[in-house]
């Protein structure tokens, strides 16, 4: 069994508990990225569960996505993955703030995006999210 949805640690090892109490393997993959990236092939597989099972699955991992990791037991992966969510949100909000910023102080912020995402302020969700966040675009 292939899991691949962002779901607790906790139900994921009891997801491969219950599967490995039946004779069958499991491999807990969830994915980290956008849906734009993802849709580009830009996303990553996140991988956990035994290794010798996730090297029989790779092939068909890595033709849904190229990046693809194994980081330990199942649970590992969705644990990095939470990981990762609470990057991009924190990310994010610091975008906003900032944007938020700069919009009352009258700046232009195409060009505050320009030098934010050219420097050391710069990061995936600020280059994905800030130009959404500038024009107030939140679908």
Known sequence: MIQMSTISPALTE???REVAARGRAF???PVSGTSAMVARGEGIIIAGGEPAVF????P?????LPYVVHV???GHATFVKLVANLLVGVHSLAAAE???MARKAGLDLAR???ILTSGAAGSRMLEVRGPMIAREDFP
């Open 112 to 114: 505050v995006l320009e």
């Open 72 to 74: 330990g037991p199942a």
């Open 14 to 16: 009891r997801l491969a």
């Open 60 to 64: 068909v991992l890595e033709a849904m």
């Open 55 to 58: 090297e029989r699955w790779r």
């Open 27 to 29: 491999l807990d993959c």
């Open 98 to 100: 900032a944007l938020t």
